[in-house]
């Protein structure tokens, strides 16, 4: 049942940002910036980082200058400044590490996890570059819609040798009739099942490679450091909460990606 978390932080950005496109520009901005927060907030747990706070804090702080570059920069390819923020954000990871000593345990694991995480939040800009990018904006919905339904299936109580094909199949078929019956005069069917494709792609291998952690055990530093058993509780509802943020928020972050860079190709 907790696996439905993140098909619920997926459903509420997905319609964030659809609702949005329609709205105006400030309010997709807004919709974008949930989820950077969402994955600021989620990451740091779902990686058991020794350093939560500070690593939300920095992937908070990189995920909206990305946003506010994308927003500022007029010409394409609308990320310049990207290159930029990443570099300086490899350089925080690196020192921010250094603070808890040369001696640190899994120190390569976490400058891993952080840097993953900052090309992650760095990702959700490209959904402010993908709505900048002059004509229509059809592929940013059947993208979003491509992403919850793929999303449903991996949610599925059944192994991934099942939930990962229907994702995609899925996904390619709601990318397809709705460029069909709903958005046949601004997106080809070729061009949206290549997009609905490459959406049950992403989120089926998210699933996989992330997945896993939800069922893995509870920081086991904190749990083991409290004796009381509500403690324990509290601690490992906190977490399964934080995990299922990540995973919902991460594909929508990543999917932006997908669609800017067939924008472009199309443009």
Do not use: H
């Amino acid at each position: 049942m907790i696996r439905w978390i993140r098909v619920a932080v997926a459903l509420v950005l997905v319609l964030a940002l659809s609702a949005s496109v329609y709205w105006g520009y400030t309010l997709f901005l807004l919709a974008t910036g949930l989820i950077v927060f969402g994955v600021a907030y989620g990451w740091p747990r779902l990686t058991d980082s020794p350093q939560p706070r500070a690593t939300s804090i920095m992937l908070a702080l990189f995920g909206v200058g990305g946003l506010y570059a994308a927003w500022q920069d007029s010409t394409a390819p609308y990320l310049d400044w990207l290159p930029v923020l990443a570099g300086l954000g490899l350089l925080w990871t690196f020192v921010q590490n250094l603070t808890r000593g040369i001696g640190a345990s899994y120190a390569v694991a976490n400058v891993s996890a952080q840097v993953s995480g900052l090309v992650i939040v760095l990702s959700a800009s490209t959904w402010v570059a993908a709505i900048t990018v002059p004509g229509d904006k059809e592929a940013i919905v059947i993208g979003l819609a491509s992403l919850i339904v793929a999303q449903c299936m991996t949610a599925l109580p059944w192994p991934a040798i099942y939930t990962s094909p229907l994702a995609i199949a899925m996904s390619t078929a709601v990318a397809g009739i709705l460029s069909v019956l709903v958005f046949a005069q601004a997106i080809s069917l070729a061009m949206a099942l290549v997009l609905g494709v490459i959406m049950g792609l992403l989120v089926a291998a998210v699933d996989r490679m992330l997945g896993l952690v939800a069922y893995a055990k509870f920081q086991a530093a904190n749990l083991e450091a409290s004796q009381n058993i509500e403690v324990k509780k509290n601690v490992e509802k906190a977490r399964s909460f934080a995990v299922q943020l990540a995973l919902g928020a991460a594909p929508i972050a990543l999917g932006g990606v997908v669609v800017y860079a067939l924008e472009r190709v199309a443009s």
